[in-house]
Protein backbone atom coordinates (compact mmCIF):
# COMPACT_ATOMS: atom_id res chain seq x y z
CA UNK A 1 0.00 0.00 0.00
CA UNK A 2 0.82 3.40 -1.13
CA UNK A 3 0.67 6.65 1.11
CA UNK A 4 0.41 10.49 0.77
CA UNK A 5 0.15 13.78 2.14
CA UNK A 6 -2.89 16.01 1.72
CA UNK A 7 -3.53 19.44 2.54
CA UNK A 8 -7.05 20.70 2.53
CA UNK A 9 -5.53 24.40 2.09
CA UNK A 10 -7.02 27.37 3.56
CA UNK A 11 -9.75 28.16 1.04
CA UNK A 12 -11.35 24.96 1.54
CA UNK A 13 -11.30 25.62 5.10
CA UNK A 14 -13.13 28.94 4.80
CA UNK A 15 -15.47 27.56 2.17
CA UNK A 16 -15.86 24.69 4.58
CA UNK A 17 -15.42 21.95 1.94
CA UNK A 18 -13.06 19.77 3.71
CA UNK A 19 -15.96 17.57 4.39
CA UNK A 20 -16.64 16.86 0.93
CA UNK A 21 -13.64 16.56 -0.10
CA UNK A 22 -12.55 14.21 2.74
CA UNK A 23 -15.78 12.15 1.31
CA UNK A 24 -14.19 11.95 -2.45
CA UNK A 25 -10.87 10.28 -1.26
CA UNK A 26 -13.35 7.62 1.22
CA UNK A 27 -15.26 6.80 -1.50
CA UNK A 28 -12.26 6.19 -3.95
CA UNK A 29 -11.30 3.50 -1.00
CA UNK A 30 -8.43 5.24 0.28
CA UNK A 31 -8.04 4.89 3.86
CA UNK A 32 -7.26 7.55 6.27
CA UNK A 33 -3.67 7.26 8.24
CA UNK A 34 -3.47 10.58 10.15
CA UNK A 35 -5.87 13.91 9.68
CA UNK A 36 -5.48 16.83 12.08
CA UNK A 37 -6.09 20.73 11.83
CA UNK A 38 -3.31 23.18 12.49
CA UNK A 39 -2.23 26.52 11.61
CA UNK A 40 0.90 25.99 9.30
CA UNK A 41 3.64 27.98 10.93
CA UNK A 42 6.14 30.27 8.31
CA UNK A 43 8.82 27.82 9.07
CA UNK A 44 6.89 24.99 8.44
CA UNK A 45 5.96 26.66 4.98
CA UNK A 46 9.22 27.62 4.07
CA UNK A 47 10.21 23.82 4.34
CA UNK A 48 7.41 22.50 2.41
CA UNK A 49 7.56 24.76 -0.50
CA UNK A 50 11.74 24.88 -0.44
CA UNK A 51 11.25 23.31 -4.54
CA UNK A 52 9.81 27.27 -4.88
CA UNK A 53 12.34 29.20 -2.99
CA UNK A 54 13.51 31.03 -6.07
CA UNK A 55 10.54 31.71 -7.68
CA UNK A 56 8.77 35.16 -7.98
CA UNK A 57 5.47 33.63 -6.32
CA UNK A 58 7.82 31.79 -3.45
CA UNK A 59 6.33 34.68 -0.84
CA UNK A 60 2.93 34.49 -1.98
CA UNK A 61 2.46 30.86 -1.07
CA UNK A 62 4.12 31.01 1.89
CA UNK A 63 2.04 34.04 3.25
CA UNK A 64 -1.32 31.95 1.93
CA UNK A 65 -0.52 28.62 2.97
CA UNK A 66 -0.55 30.28 7.09
CA UNK A 67 -3.19 32.52 6.78
CA UNK A 68 -5.52 30.20 7.98
CA UNK A 69 -5.57 26.98 9.38
CA UNK A 70 -5.36 23.96 7.31
CA UNK A 71 -6.28 20.20 7.45
CA UNK A 72 -3.74 17.72 6.68
CA UNK A 73 -4.39 14.01 6.40
CA UNK A 74 -2.21 11.20 4.96
CA UNK A 75 -3.91 8.71 2.65
CA UNK A 76 -3.25 4.93 1.92
CA UNK A 77 -3.99 2.53 -1.19
CA UNK A 78 -3.62 1.11 -4.49
CA UNK A 79 -1.57 3.99 -6.15
CA UNK A 80 -2.27 6.68 -3.53
CA UNK A 81 0.08 9.49 -5.04
CA UNK A 82 -1.52 8.91 -8.64
CA UNK A 83 -5.68 8.24 -7.44
CA UNK A 84 -5.04 11.37 -5.20
CA UNK A 85 -3.43 13.51 -7.74
CA UNK A 86 -6.22 12.36 -10.48
CA UNK A 87 -9.14 13.08 -8.49
CA UNK A 88 -7.47 16.68 -7.13
CA UNK A 89 -7.20 17.68 -10.91
CA UNK A 90 -4.79 20.02 -12.34
CA UNK A 91 -3.16 22.55 -10.27
CA UNK A 92 -4.74 25.71 -11.93
CA UNK A 93 -8.08 25.13 -10.89
CA UNK A 94 -9.28 27.18 -13.49
CA UNK A 95 -8.02 24.56 -16.08
CA UNK A 96 -9.01 21.37 -14.22
CA UNK A 97 -11.66 18.78 -15.19
CA UNK A 98 -14.95 19.01 -14.01
CA UNK A 99 -15.63 16.32 -11.85
CA UNK A 100 -12.16 16.38 -10.23
CA UNK A 101 -11.93 18.48 -6.61
CA UNK A 102 -10.29 21.59 -8.64
CA UNK A 103 -12.35 21.47 -11.43
CA UNK A 104 -15.46 21.48 -9.37
CA UNK A 105 -14.67 23.82 -6.22
CA UNK A 106 -11.79 26.16 -8.07
CA UNK A 107 -11.20 28.58 -10.78
CA UNK A 108 -7.26 30.10 -9.01
CA UNK A 109 -3.98 28.14 -9.80
CA UNK A 110 -3.05 28.95 -5.63
CA UNK A 111 -6.13 29.22 -3.73
CA UNK A 112 -6.70 25.54 -4.97
CA UNK A 113 -8.54 23.85 -2.34
CA UNK A 114 -6.00 20.99 -2.29
CA UNK A 115 -2.30 20.13 -2.04
CA UNK A 116 -1.09 16.37 -3.01
CA UNK A 117 2.27 14.71 -2.83
CA UNK A 118 3.42 14.56 -6.44
CA UNK A 119 5.06 11.72 -6.05
CA UNK A 120 6.43 8.79 -3.08
CA UNK A 121 9.60 10.97 -2.47
CA UNK A 122 7.58 14.43 -2.14
CA UNK A 123 5.57 12.46 0.14
CA UNK A 124 8.70 11.06 2.74
CA UNK A 125 9.83 15.09 2.36
CA UNK A 126 6.51 16.23 3.16
CA UNK A 127 5.05 13.77 5.43
CA UNK A 128 7.52 14.90 8.83
CA UNK A 129 6.93 18.29 8.11
CA UNK A 130 3.34 17.78 9.30
CA UNK A 131 3.19 14.95 11.08
CA UNK A 132 5.05 12.71 13.64
CA UNK A 133 5.62 9.10 13.32
CA UNK A 134 3.34 8.64 16.53
CA UNK A 135 0.41 10.46 14.94
CA UNK A 136 0.38 8.00 12.12
CA UNK A 137 -1.93 5.33 12.07
CA UNK A 138 -0.87 1.53 10.86
CA UNK A 139 -4.09 -0.02 10.21
CA UNK A 140 -5.00 -3.36 9.79
CA UNK A 141 -5.36 -4.64 5.71
CA UNK A 142 -8.23 -7.22 4.56
CA UNK A 143 -10.63 -4.68 3.42
CA UNK A 144 -9.12 -3.65 -0.26
CA UNK A 145 -11.83 -6.12 -1.92
CA UNK A 146 -14.46 -3.55 -1.08
CA UNK A 147 -13.38 -1.01 -3.28
Do not use: W
Not at 51 to 61: A, G, Q, R, T, Y
Not at 96 to 114: C, F, H, L, W
Amino acid sequence: MERTLVLIKPDGIKRKLAGSVIQRFENKGLRICALKMLHVTKEMAEKHYAVHKDKPFFNDLVNYITSYPIMAMILEGRNAVSVVRNLCGATDGSKAAPGTIRGDYSNSIQENIVHASDSEDSYKYEMPIFFSKGEIQDLPQGDESLV
